[in-house]
């Protein structure tokens, strides 16, 4: 640790709206509070009338994960991130598979303290290829998440968010300026999912999917848990995967993972296998380039293959990468199809180890 941490931090998105109440300008639920009161998220909180975020400076945990489990496929194939997050968020998903962490009342949960750069040594120390904010949403941490990409772009990292993009105009622009990669959940493509299972609304997560692509430099992966009877119709993985196809682009990778019972709605079954090999068909066939599974055995959904030959370029077994064969530049060595992506000069050995939690 390098010198003193303090556990809470004056906010970036807020103002004031008279007698001590103030509004936070972080995301559209635009929680107005007044003194002591906390937001929706529970961790930015009005403290003496200045909004502040009570977990800049402390994490739930870090983890060195395969970069392919944030999912990321199209970033640097077997490398490792070095994965944190803090508490709270800013949905209520019922099926959140996090809502330990997601849902948590108590900052008693957060038990290490680290500042940015602290991290960032970590990472550097650790031999990862770059920092994941993931556990729960780091938009709710934006401004510690921002902090921390800073400086690890000063140590030559990567910076990965792993988010529901549920977020407004101004911070989206700081957040994701200082990200290389993002992950980006597309929960379901009908909006009253979204108001009644999420507690959220679409529109705003395909505004922040359509600016990511046409506005920055950040990768963008997208991620849509398949839950049975709720979101996994022929016809609404057609309408999600062609809104893909159409608004942001045919490259853009979309993975179909499976649901298991867990938060509020452990009555409803596990996803089968074979609605997520039907659904990656549908999207194929819609026109993406690029289609995934995920939480399931299935070799063919892990590999990315050229589009215009089809050749096998990444071939994974879950996290582990067997064979990789694109060029240097990041084309198909047999028909030389550019593979868009972060693509490093050669693959990552991470394979089937365990990393031990790495110490602050």
């Known amino acids: 640790m390098t010198g003193?941490?303090?556990?809470?931090?004056?906010?970036?998105?807020?103002?004031?709206?008279?007698?001590?109440?103030?509004?936070?300008?972080?995301?559209?639920?635009?929680?107005?509070?007044?003194?002591?009161?906390?937001?929706?998220?529970?961790v930015r909180a009005n403290s003496g009338g200045k909004l502040e975020l009570s977990t800049y400076g402390r994490s739930s945990g870090f983890h060195v994960d395969p970069i392919e489990k944030k999912p990321l496929n199209h970033v640097a194939p077997g490398t490792t991130v070095l994965s944190f997050g803090t508490a709270g968020c800013n949905l209520a998903c019922k099926f959140c598979q996090n809502w330990e962490i997601s849902t948590a009342r108590s900052v008693d949960l957060l038990y290490q303290k680290a500042s940015p750069a602290d991290i960032a040594e970590v990472a550097v120390r650790t031999k990862c290829r770059g920092i994941a904010y993931t556990y729960n949403d780091p938009i709710i941490f934006a401004e510690y998440a921002i902090d921390t990409a800073q400086a690890a772009r000063e140590r030559g990292l990567l910076n990965i968010a792993v988010t529901a993009g549920y977020i407004n105009p101004e911070p989206r622009a700081d957040f994701f300026d200082v990200m290389d990669a993002a992950n980006v959940d597309l929960k379901s493509f009908s909006r009253d999912f979204y108001q009644q299972v999420v507690g959220g609304r679409l529109e705003v997560v395909q505004e922040t999917l359509s600016y990511i692509v046409h506005e920055t430099n950040c990768w963008l992966e997208i991620t849509t848990l398949l839950i049975p009877g709720l979101n996994d119709s022929d016809a609404e993985v057609h309408a999600l995967s062609e809104w893909i196809a159409t608004e942001l682009g045919p490259d853009v990778p979309l993975h179909f993972t499976a649901f298991h019972p867990d938060n509020r709605m452990r009555g409803i079954q596990r996803t089968p296998a074979s609605t997520l090999l039907s659904a990656r068909e549908i999207a194929l066939r819609t026109g993406?380039?690029?289609?995934?599974?995920?939480?399931?055995?299935?070799?063919?959904?892990?590999?990315?293959?050229?589009?215009?030959?089809?050749?096998?370029?990444?071939?994974?077994?879950?996290?582990?990468?067997?064979?990789?064969?694109?060029?240097?530049?990041?084309?198909?060595?047999?028909?030389?199809?550019?593979?868009?992506?972060?693509?490093?000069?050669?693959?990552?050995?991470?394979?089937?180890?365990?990393?031990?939690r790495p110490k602050l």
Do not use: K
């Open 4 to 42: 003193v941490m303090q556990t809470t931090s004056r906010t970036r998105y807020w103002h004031e709206l008279g007698d001590g109440v103030v509004q936070c300008d972080l995301c559209p639920r635009a929680c107005r509070l007044r003194p002591e009161q906390r937001g929706f998220c529970f």
């Open 288 to 356: 993406l380039n690029y289609v995934y599974t995920g939480n399931i055995s299935d070799a063919e959904g892990a590999t990315t293959s050229c589009p215009s030959c089809a050749a096998p370029l990444v071939v994974r077994d879950r996290y582990e990468v067997s064979r990789y064969d694109l060029t240097t530049d990041g084309c198909c060595p047999r028909c030389e199809t550019a593979i868009p992506g972060l693509w490093d000069s050669q693959v990552g050995r991470l394979g089937r180890r365990r990393l031990p």
